[in-house]
């Protein structure tokens, strides 16, 4: 079926009516991501899993339910100019939906850095594009946005079949991960990095491990709808980008701009879920009065006030919510809440900058927690702990933190997904292995 092209952005919204098991939107919104994967190479997923959360009351909420498909533009930053006033020009000059995502390497541009591990993923460290669609799945309502004709697209969804999809990587061989480091190799290394605590070269450190899969194929949705089954976050994301993808649960918004309002919610401190609801509970208070956990996000808590104060008008910044405890499918998160009122006249993507990389990812001080994070890691994070995303036409936007998240590259079929934690002066090294095993539990278990 043939698309008439617009010459501007075409919106069309539908009603939809609760028929059958299956709640209507979801299997829209299923139908959707089959037909995008079929005809395009770009293809971005973002979801709130807002039915499988009803009772997750995190300020601000969480994504849109948006896929956003095809290409109408792709963003050039190869040349060495400023990716940010790249990406603020272009909005600028064509305000329109942008889809994309920032890599963790992008730092290397932002302060004086490098990172000596090799680019084995192969991803751009940044990259973004005008979607030839955008469509936003509400309770009861379906909106195109598009650059061609919205009915075409709506009866090309429609008409969709779905089959069931195997989550299994290739049944002709079987992989178990493998991981960077071991075990002892991970103690000794946060030993070192409580040393350098005690030494006052950083007060916190965020240390991550990798775990990969080679010569592996793996059908990306069907992973991605097993992983959301397990593990519904409130910043899910599905990325297509050529051979590349990215399947998330994150469960952390890395920056958020509604109006002149930009809203930042870092997530320190993990415990995991109880068996029972007595348990569950007690477990949920001993995060709450956990001394080391507090801290932990108190620290993180004045980094992201202080990357916010360098974007916001004087005296705006404040801690909305400080140590909230919000419940997850697999465990209890600590997560706070800042914001602040953007500059006047300040390009927002400054404030993008001001905040990246996100510090519950780094530690502080942030430059030297990364050039440590550099020396310490066995690998490039790449896209982890980057941030995916998207801006619209007025110019607001969201961003997740690309964490519980698999990378999948299609072309040489690799697979990898990496765990971490804060590190501070009373970390014990056992515990913080535990945690890292209890944060990939959900990814081992569907692959």
């Known amino acids: 079926m043939g698309l008439t092209a617009c010459t501007i952005r075409q919106t069309q919204t539908i009603q939809i009516e609760s028929t059958g098991f299956l709640q209507p939107v979801d299997l829209w919104q299923k139908k959707a991501i089959t037909w995008a994967l079929s005809q395009f190479d770009h293809v971005a997923f973002f979801n709130s899993n807002r039915s499988q959360l009803p009772d997750f009351a995190l300020p601000y909420g969480g994504f849109p339910n948006r896929l956003a498909v095809g290409v109408h533009k792709v963003l050039d930053f190869s040349a060495q100019d400023d990716p940010f006033v790249t990406l603020f020009q272009h909005q600028q000059q064509h305000p329109d939906f942008l889809v994309g995502y920032l890599g963790y390497d992008l730092k290397n541009r932002i302060e004086h850095l490098v990172s000596r591990h090799p680019d084995v993923s192969g991803a751009p460290e940044i990259y973004f594009f005008q979607p030839l669609h955008v469509i936003d799945f509400e309770a009861a309502t379906i909106t195109v946005h598009s650059w061609d004709d919205p009915d075409a697209v709506l009866n ?15 049944r002709k061989k079987k992989h178990a991960f493998k991981n960077r480091v071991t075990p002892d190799e991970y103690r000794q290394t946060v030993r070192r990095i409580k040393q350098d605590i005690v030494d006052g070269t950083v007060y916190e450190l965020n240390y991550c491990m990798e775990f990969f899969l080679e010569n592996t194929v793996i059908d990306p949705l069907a992973v991605y709808y097993a992983l959301t089954e397990r593990s519904p976050m409130p910043f899910s994301h599905f990325q297509r980008i050529g051979n590349h993808y990215v399947i998330g649960a994150s469960p952390e918004r890395f920056l958020k701009k509604e109006g002149n309002r930009i809203i930042s919610q870092p997530i320190k401190g993990t415990i995991r879920r109880g068996k029972t609801a007595e348990e569950d509970q007690r477990l949920q208070q001993q995060l709450r009065n956990s001394e080391k956990e507090q801290a932990e996000n108190l620290m993180i808590v004045d980094l992201v006030r202080n990357d916010l104060a360098r974007s916001a008008e004087t005296g705006t910044v404040q801690v909305e919510e400080l140590f909230g405890i919000y419940p997850f499918r697999q465990l209890h998160q600590m997560v706070s809440t800042v914001s602040a009122t953007l500059q006047t006249g300040l390009p927002f993507t400054e404030a993008i900058r001001n905040a990246f990389p996100m510090g519950s990812m780094t530690g502080a001080p942030k430059a030297r927690a990364m050039e440590l994070i550099d020396q310490y890691e066995a690998s490039r994070r790449g896209q ?21 998240s698999i990378f999948y590259n299609h072309e040489n079929r690799s697979v990898s997904f990496s765990v971490g934690s804060a590190i501070t002066y009373d970390a014990d090294p056992e515990e913080e292995y535990e945690e890292c095993l209890l944060k990939a539990n959900a990814i081992l278990s569907i692959l």
């Open 156 to 170: 090309a969804i429609q008409s969709v079949e779905l089959l069931s999809r195997t989550n299994s990587s290739d």
């Open 384 to 404: 982890y702990s980057g941030a995916a995303g998207f801006f619209t036409p007025e110019g607001d936007f969201d961003f997740n933190v690309m964490i519980r």
